[in-house]
């Protein structure tokens, strides 16, 4: 596997020699197909110019500075040099870690990025990773520490899956945005007895195994046959929308209508569907 970094876990006088390998693609997207802007005329790409619209002229790279708006119109700026100066430049390439937490403590809300750890390429120095592993495996725990990316500093924690251990990077805790709100809201709205018995019944009717390979995009598998249709000189027929179902007005109506509708043959969402729209 390609490493991007390459470094050790440290924690106490133990140091295991890592690499690090993205686990995921950069974001969530909807497509993994780009697109370029063109001239609709011409079909060629059309070129972003940065424009000073005080002077009138175009700007180069060197006459850009970047710039905090401290209110309307009004901007500090600051130098490249002056943010350089801010990051880590620590060279010991190392992830430090401070404790270890276990597992269930952590809200997947906090993880940000996925990097798989990969061992050394000796056995003696796999050795260390193996048991490390292991014992986390065992504990159900997840380190928690830092470490240094492209000049960045990064908070992470380190879990183990399956023969692997996975670097999470962390958002800090101040990005992370309260939930305050919606506790408050949810809290004052009473659940009646009844609704829940129906709603567990959906959650039973529904219940099945976790499948990564069920996790694919309609809308991706539907760009690429348009793309091969366009290539190849001809449309593809264009989809009828899905009727639009009725607003819920009755709770325990609709909770009992997918109560029958949870019972229609696995496989066939569209009965279900059409269970649920017909009691509204």
């Given at each position: 596997?390609?490493?991007?970094?390459?470094?050790?876990?440290?924690?106490?006088?133990?140091?295991?020699?890592?690499?690090?390998?993205?686990?995921?693609?950069?974001?969530?997207?909807?497509?993994?197909?780009?697109?370029?802007?063109?001239?609709?005329?011409?079909?060629?790409?059309?070129?972003?110019?940065?424009?000073?619209?005080?002077?009138?002229?175009?700007?180069?790279?060197?006459?850009?500075?970047?710039?905090?708006?401290?209110?309307?119109?009004?901007?500090?700026?600051?130098?490249?040099?002056?943010?350089?100066?801010?990051?880590?430049?620590?060279?010991?390439?190392?992830?430090?870690?401070?404790?270890?937490?276990?597992?269930?403590?952590?809200?997947?809300?906090?993880?940000?990025?996925?990097?798989?750890?990969?061992?050394?390429?000796?056995?003696?120095?796999?050795?260390?990773?193996?048991?490390?592993?292991?014992?986390?495996?065992?504990?159900?725990?997840?380190?928690?520490?830092?470490?240094?990316?492209?000049?960045?500093?990064?908070?992470?924690?380190?879990?183990?899956?399956?023969?692997?251990?996975?670097?999470?990077?962390?958002?800090?805790?101040?990005?992370?945005?309260?939930?305050?709100?919606?506790?408050?809201?949810?809290?004052?709205?009473?659940?009646?007895?009844?609704?829940?018995?129906?709603?567990?019944?959906?959650?039973?009717?529904?219940?099945g195994s976790f499948d990564p390979?069920?996790?694919?995009?309609?809308?991706?598998?539907?760009?690429?046959?348009?793309?091969?249709?366009?290539?190849?000189?001809?449309?593809?027929?264009?989809?009828?929308?899905?009727?639009?179902?009725?607003?819920?007005?009755?709770?325990?109506?609709?909770?009992?209508?997918w109560v029958e509708a949870a019972?229609?043959?696995?496989?066939?969402?569209?009965?279900?569907?059409?269970?649920?729209?017909?009691?509204?």
């Amino acid at each position: 596997m390609r490493t991007s970094w390459n470094g050790s876990i440290s924690f106490g006088l133990v140091s295991i020699p890592v690499g690090l390998a993205p686990a995921t693609a950069s974001s969530a997207r909807q497509s993994d197909v780009s697109f370029r802007l063109l001239h609709r005329e011409c079909l060629q790409p059309i070129k972003q110019k940065r424009w000073c619209p005080v002077h009138d002229v175009e700007v180069g790279p060197d006459d850009i500075v970047k710039g905090w708006e401290v209110s309307k119109g009004q901007f500090v700026p600051i130098e490249e040099a002056e943010l350089e100066s801010l990051e880590q430049h620590d060279t010991s390439r190392a992830i430090a870690i401070t404790r270890f937490v276990p597992a269930g403590e952590i809200d997947p809300i906090y993880f940000d990025r996925s990097y798989y750890l990969v061992p050394a390429g000796t056995e003696a120095q796999r050795r260390p990773y193996a048991l490390l592993l292991a014992a986390m495996a065992d504990a159900g725990t997840i380190g928690l520490g830092s470490f240094v990316l492209a000049g960045k500093e990064k908070l992470c924690g380190i879990r183990a899956k399956g023969d692997a251990l996975v670097l999470e990077t962390l958002f800090v805790a101040e990005d992370v945005k309260a939930q305050d709100e919606i506790d408050e809201a949810v809290s004052a709205t009473k659940v009646k007895k009844e609704e829940l018995t129906l709603a567990r019944q959906i959650i039973a009717g529904l219940e099945g195994s976790f499948d990564p390979a069920e996790l694919k995009s309609d809308y991706r598998t539907s760009l690429r046959e348009l793309l091969q249709a366009k290539l190849e000189g001809h449309e593809l027929p264009a989809v009828e929308p899905e009727p639009e179902t009725a607003p819920v007005i009755d709770l325990m109506e609709a909770l009992r209508a997918w109560v029958e509708a949870a019972k229609a043959p696995k496989g066939k969402p569209a009965a279900r569907r059409r269970a649920a729209a017909g009691s509204k």
